[in-house]
């Protein structure tokens, strides 16, 4: 009786000691503190990525229902992306001047 009493008091502060010694061991060690504030940049680097893609497919998107929807983007895409001409229309080129 008198050993589980000794037990019941000393368990608490065992604990205490131990976190005591071991949560500072634990925090400053490369694995701890300084690895979770590596990992917390690599995180908001990644996020801002995601972000920037996130916009990126919204524009692709607009771009998209445009070709679908409206014949003069896709001769805008036309002329400016491949450099095609109507049938009609002259191409006059000139060579860059010195």
């Not at 608490?12 to 300084?34: D, Y």
């Not at 929807?69 to 992306?81: G, K, T, V």
């Amino acid at each position: 009786m008198q050993l589980a009493n000794a037990l019941q008091r000393a368990l608490p502060i065992g604990i205490l000691v131990l976190a005591a010694v071991g949560a500072p061991t634990l925090i400053f060690e490369p694995q701890g503190l300084p690895r979770m504030r590596s990992l917390e940049q690599t995180l908001a680097q990644v996020d801002a990525d995601n972000a920037d893609l996130r916009r990126d497919i919204a524009t692709l998107r607009v771009e998209v229902q445009q070709l679908k929807d409206d014949p003069a983007a896709i001769e805008r895409i036309a002329r400016n992306q491949l450099g095609l001409v109507r049938k009609n229309e002259i191409v006059f080129q000139f060579g860059k001047s010195r």
